[in-house]
């Protein structure tokens, strides 16, 4: 769920100008998914922070995360047996073959 979807109430304001095509191309979607401009244009500029977000390959961590990060690397691997008998099992496309 993106952050645009939960159900907060809005406190806050961006605000920014359009040219006349941008305002338009923004109005025919957001009217032809249904959602208001402002839901429309949140939901769009909050997916692409999450994709930009999520493929950062650079993350900056103070000497003391990064320890703890090391640290936990640095355990050994934990057997979950939940987990394993979740993926020995065949999942839901296998079973209906």
Known sequence: MTIAHSRRIRTRRI????????EKLIRTGAETTGLSVTDFILN??????EHLLADKREFIASPRQWSVFVE????PAQIKPELARLFSGTGVPESRK
């Open 15 to 22: 605000n920014l100008r359009a040219t006349d095509r941008q």
């Open 44 to 49: 769009s500029a909050c997916l692409q922070a």
């Open 72 to 75: 936990a690397l640095d355990r």
